[in-house]
């Protein structure tokens, strides 16, 4: 990404600043590396492989049923058994006291202002005006001087409502608000990349709009570049929700959040495997940005891809103990277009960086290959086979059909026994872990009735995989603002104990 050195302000930039800009901002990467594009979501050489693999799945089917039925079930399980067996490797080394990086409130506030790098915080917003109060009130607090502390409120020029929310909440005291030209792609990593050309800091963040970082988050996360190698490029914060008891769904997303971002990136990273960034609170070094191509515009988990880039390119990223609040999806509609769009996007990451299997295998080592390939393809496509078993599992207790028990002979049958007492166990128990961490007892329902959260996730990743043939670059809205305010209270609470709290 090729931009003037000092950035204009935005409002003094030229026309043609701005045009260079956004065209940079949509097809930059696409021009300068289009194998690391998802504007085209199959290369010709996957494609054929996928219509080839369907073609002899569909003949096998007809001439050979039972067998064909055995042998895809077979494989399946080894994927289930594979993928559960993983995932307990990558808890179980998440546990560690070491497995997260912690800077002490008086190692934070002891780094004098004048040794504090220029920081920018990129905060894209579409359609959003019922959170701009919030947003205001939750910037205002952070710990960081303001005269190196750049932040840019990205709005579509075309979002009036907005724009007007913002100008008459009076953001300009605190924050400048770069208008991004309407075009398409309409995403958020496009916008993104177009507010980068102004950007002033070495060190670059996001911030969805609804987001409540922990004022400390910027010391400690200067304060951890200071003290690590240049290496590493990103520092991963923390997200969890605030208002996870406003109702069982909420109380779902908690508990995997806790999870999630506790133990299993932790987990990664002390692995050193490539890291799915959280699409907020990941603060990455600019020259890292520059180097590596900065966002996809066209791929809808931009912070998914970006984590694999870096890894790819040898750098790394830290996970940091520094909290921030977002709000949960609270209406199941709602959710399930954010999932969706996680599902799919997760997809588009493992279908880019495999188009050449090879080098991804020599640049991040065999172990991280099949680790990220279980975690970016295995995570969707497993959630799609979940609703495919579970037809199996009813249609066997209603009816216990022949042809069902003919494709279990004993080498399927206890693996996917397995999977189904121990890998549902192990995943219930690690929600509770999750649970404890957010320091919040009402979701232990959350984590016994787990099973109905996964029928919401196996519908998600059907949504996502038909809509990655489809429509792979579409952008599905998640619209915020939604949260009871008592359950934000009590829940921001416990979030804030949790920041010191055990592990």
Same mark, same amino acid.
Request: glycine content about 6%; proline content about 7%.
């Given at each position: 990404?090729?931009?003037?050195?000092?950035?204009?302000?935005?409002?003094?930039?030229?026309?043609?600043?701005?045009?260079?800009?956004?065209?940079?901002?949509? +097809?930059?990467?696409?021009?300068?590396?289009?194998?690391?594009?998802?504007?085209?979501?199959?290369?010709?050489?996957?494609?054929?492989?996928?219509?080839?693999? !369907?073609?002899?799945? #569909?003949?096998?089917?007809?001439?050979?049923?039972?067998?064909?039925?055995?042998?895809?079930?077979?494989?399946?399980?080894?994927?289930?058994?594979?993928?559960?067996?993983?995932?307990?490797?990558?808890?179980?080394?998440?546990?560690?006291?070491?497995?997260?990086?912690?800077?002490?409130?008086?190692?934070?506030?002891?780094?004098?202002?004048?040794?504090?790098?220029?920081?920018?915080?990129?905060?894209?917003?579409? +359609?959003?005006?019922?959170?701009?109060?919030?947003?205001?009130?939750?910037?205002?607090?952070?710990?960081?001087?303001?005269?190196?502390?750049?932040? #840019?409120?990205?709005?579509?020029?075309?979002?009036?409502?907005?724009?007007?929310?913002?100008?008459?909440?009076?953001?300009?005291?605190?924050?400048?608000? #770069?208008?991004?030209? !309407?075009?398409?792609?309409?995403?958020?990593?496009?916008?993104?990349?177009?507010?980068?050309?102004?950007?002033?800091?070495?060190?670059?963040?996001?911030?969805?709009?609804?987001?409540?970082?922990?004022?400390?988050?910027?010391?400690?996360?200067?304060?951890?570049?200071?003290?690590?190698?240049?290496?590493?490029?990103?520092?991963?914060?923390?997200?969890?929700?605030?208002?996870?008891?406003?109702?069982?769904?909420?109380?779902?997303?908690?508990?995997?959040?806790?999870?999630?971002?506790?133990?299993?990136?932790?987990?990664?990273?002390?692995?050193?495997?490539?890291?799915?960034?959280?699409?907020?609170?990941?603060?990455?070094?600019?020259?890292?940005?520059?180097?590596?191509?900065?966002?996809?515009?066209?791929?809808?988990?931009?912070?998914?891809?970006?984590?694999?880039?870096?890894?790819?390119?040898?750098?790394?990223?830290?996970?940091?103990?520094?909290?921030?609040?977002?709000?949960?999806?609270?209406?199941?509609?709602?959710?399930?277009?954010?999932?969706?769009?996680?599902?799919?996007?997760?997809?588009?990451?493992?279908?880019?960086?495999?188009? +050449?299997?090879?080098?991804?295998?020599?640049?991040?080592?065999?172990?991280?290959?099949?680790?990220?390939?279980?975690?970016?393809?295995?995570?969707? &496509?497993?959630?799609?086979?979940?609703? #495919?078993?579970?037809?199996?599992?009813?249609?066997?207790?209603?009816?216990?059909?022949?042809?069902?028990?003919?494709?279990?002979?004993?080498?399927?049958?206890?693996?996917?026994?397995?999977?189904?007492?121990?890998?549902?166990?192990?995943?219930?128990?690690?929600?509770?872990?999750?649970?404890?961490?957010?320091?919040?007892?009402?979701?232990?329902?959350?984590?016994?009735?787990?099973?109905?959260?996964?029928? &919401?996730?196996?519908?998600?990743?059907?949504?996502?995989?038909?809509?990655?043939?489809?429509?792979?670059?579409?952008?599905?809205?998640?619209?915020?603002?939604?949260?009871?305010?008592?359950?934000?209270?009590?829940?921001?609470?416990?979030?804030?104990?949790?920041?010191?709290?055990?592990?």
């Amino acid at each position: 990404m090729t931009v003037s050195s000092p950035p204009p302000h935005p409002d003094s930039a030229s026309a043609e600043f701005r045009e260079q800009a956004l065209h940079d901002a949509v +097809h930059g990467l696409r021009e300068r590396d289009p194998d690391a594009s998802a504007s085209v979501a199959f290369v010709s050489w996957q494609r054929m492989l996928l219509i080839a693999q !369907a073609a002899v799945f #569909l003949v096998c089917l007809f001439l050979w049923p039972q067998v064909t039925l055995t042998v895809v079930t077979g494989v399946c399980t080894v994927a289930y058994v594979l993928t559960l067996g993983d995932r307990l490797v990558v808890f179980r080394k998440g546990l560690a006291a070491d497995a997260i990086i912690r800077v002490s409130d008086e190692e934070a506030r002891a780094i004098p202002d004048a040794d504090l790098p220029p920081y920018t915080v990129l905060v894209p917003a579409y +359609h959003e005006p019922e959170v701009i109060g919030q947003l205001l009130s939750s910037l205002s607090v952070l710990d960081y001087p303001r005269d190196k502390l750049q932040i #840019l409120l990205l709005l579509e020029e075309d979002d009036d409502v907005t724009i007007t929310a913002a100008n008459e909440a009076g953001v300009g005291e605190l924050v400048t608000v #770069l208008l991004v030209p !309407a075009a398409e792609p309409r995403t958020k990593p496009k916008a993104c990349n177009y507010g980068l050309h102004f950007a002033t800091g070495d060190i670059v963040t996001i911030y969805d709009a609804e987001d409540v970082p922990e004022p400390l988050q910027l010391r400690r996360v200067a304060a951890t570049f200071a003290t690590r190698d240049e290496r590493v490029a990103c520092v991963q914060a923390k997200l969890e929700y605030l208002n996870g008891g406003q109702n069982l769904l909420t109380g779902w997303f908690t508990v995997e959040y806790g999870v999630w971002f506790s133990y299993l990136l932790p987990g990664l990273m002390r692995l050193k495997a490539p890291i799915p960034l959280g699409g907020t609170s990941n603060h990455l070094r600019r020259s890292v940005l520059d180097d590596i191509g900065a966002w996809d515009p066209f791929n809808v988990t931009e912070d998914s891809d970006l984590g694999v880039r870096i890894a790819a390119r040898g750098y790394t990223t830290a996970v940091l103990e520094s909290t921030t609040l977002e709000e949960a999806n609270s209406d199941p509609i709602n959710w399930m277009r954010q999932r969706s769009r996680w599902y799919k996007g997760y997809l588009q990451t493992w279908l880019v960086h495999t188009r +050449h299997p090879a080098r991804l295998w020599r640049q991040i080592g065999a172990w991280p290959f099949v680790r990220f390939t279980l975690l970016l393809a295995g995570t969707p &496509l497993i959630a799609c086979l979940n609703m #495919l078993f579970w037809f199996i599992t009813i249609a066997w207790i209603l009816g216990q059909p022949v042809l069902i028990g003919d494709i279990f002979p004993p080498w399927v049958y206890f693996p996917a026994l397995v999977c189904l007492l121990f890998g549902n166990a192990a995943t219930i128990y690690m929600n509770l872990i999750g649970a404890r961490e957010t320091g919040n007892p009402r979701l232990v329902w959350s984590c016994l009735l787990v099973p109905l959260y996964w029928l &919401l996730m196996s519908i998600a990743a059907i949504k996502g995989v038909w809509q990655l043939l489809f429509r792979p670059s579409y952008w599905e809205k998640t619209f915020h603002g939604l949260a009871g305010e008592a359950d934000t209270t009590v829940d921001a609470a416990g979030a804030a104990q949790s920041e010191s709290g055990p592990r």
